[in-house]
Every structure is written in C-alpha cells, then in structure tokens.
C-alpha cells in the first residue's frame, strides 16, 4: 500500500520568512496531493492540492511542488503570519482509490 | 452551512463499556471515512464507507465497527474500548473517489481507562 512520509515534524519560523514543508510516497500509481491544515480543536481543512499532471500550483502565499520522478511534493508558504501556526498534513492518494494516505504531520510555529 | 457533525467532543469511559461515535454530514456526500490522530502518526483510516450498506476496512480497524444505514450518518462503534484507542478521532465525508476534497468533523477525543 501507499506510505507517506513528512518531514520535519516540527518547524518555527520568524514571522515574514518562509516555511517548506517535505513529503515522499511510494506508491508511483497516486496521482492526487492535497494538503490540509488544522487549527488547534478543529479538523483538518484542504489548503491546496495538486494533481499529476502539474508540477506546481500557487495559491496567495502558498504553493506546492510535484516531483514525479523522485516522488516528493513540498508545500511552500511565503511571508509567514501567526495565523500560519497549526498542523499541516500531506496526503496521497489514487483518483479511483477510496483511500487518503497520510502523512505524519508537520507543526508549524510562527513566532512574532 | 455545509458540515461534518461528530458526537460527542469528548468521551472518557472505562475499558470494556460499549461506546459510539456519531458521525452526520448534510452535504449528500457518497463517502465517508473514520480516521485516528496519532501523534507522530498523522490520520490512519479505520473505516470507510462508498454507499449507504457498503463499508470496508481501512488500514487499522481491528477493535472497531461501523455501520451505514443511511447516506448522512456513519457512526463509530468500539464494542469494547481498550486503553490503547485512547486517540483523536475524526470523521470526513467526500463526494467522490480520491481526488476529491475531503471535508472532517471537530473530531472527537476519547480517553479509554
């Protein structure tokens, strides 16, 4: 089956600087990332995702890069807020798959 | 408002004393999933669900039942909780297959002693 993996598990960044954010999978059949967020007591939310047939999508500030070849996708955030601070989680998965492979999430803190 | 639903919040029970989860979304979505949140673990599917009557397991459903009755509701059941289901758990619906967005409830923390 897939496995995700992310890296780091933590990170803290100075308020105005970037945050890059890791992920690799196995499984060469997945075709869809999509990145979440979540917010101390609450679920995760989709931030922005990417497909196979992409190799980089922008959103604001924020942007995620595929690699099929070497099978890594990072997500990118430009110009850090306090409000970035949560935990943000890769996934994978196939189009026709029922399944969303997690990564171990990553904890962001941005500090004023 | 489009959303997912879990019951309750927060649950502390004791080893063995039969419990459920609730899970309701309004949006018509076919699929739904429960996930446990782990530390250092990220979200691990215990059980999904493609239809109202078609459930399957994911990658950790031992311990666990669920069922679905209806196409809103897909509740949670440990038979018999044990202190290592201690966890975070989340429900989430989707429309379709795997590309598409997921939507998650609050998510629902349950201590087992």
């Known amino acids: 089956g897939e496995n995700v993996e992310q890296h780091p598990s933590t990170l803290s960044v100075q308020e105005g600087d970037s945050a890059v954010i890791k992920c690799t999978y196995s499984?060469?059949?997945?075709?869809?990332f999509p990145w979440y967020k979540q917010e101390l007591g609450k679920g995760p939310q989709l931030i922005i995702d990417i497909r196979s047939n992409v190799g980089e999508k922008k959103d604001q500030r924020i942007a995620v890069t595929l690699n099929k070849t070497a099978k890594h996708f990072s997500l990118h955030i430009t110009e850090t807020q306090p409000e970035d601070s949560a935990v943000y989680f890769c996934a994978a998965s196939r189009a026709a798959g029922n399944k969303l492979t997690f990564g171990g999430g990553t904890r962001v803190l941005v500090k004023p | 408002e489009a959303q997912v639903t879990q019951n309750p919040r927060y649950l502390i029970t004791v080893t063995g004393k039969k419990l459920t989860v609730t899970c309701s979304q309004n949006?018509?979505?076919?699929?739904m999933s429960w996930y446990r949140q782990d530390p250092g673990l990220g979200l691990r599917q215990i059980y999904y669900?493609?239809?109202?009557?078609?459930?399957d397991k994911g990658d950790v459903p031992e311990g666990y039942k669920v069922s679905r009755k209806e196409k809103r509701n897909f509740p949670l059941i440990l038979e018999s909780p044990s202190p290592n289901q201690t966890s975070l758990y989340f429900c989430a619906s989707r429309y379709g297959q795997g590309n598409t967005e997921a939507f998650f409830g609050q998510g629902t923390r349950l201590t087992v002693v």
């Open positions: 949006m018509n979505h076919e699929y």
């Open positions: 499984d060469s059949a997945s075709n869809y």
């Open positions: 669900s493609m239809n109202v009557e078609v459930t």
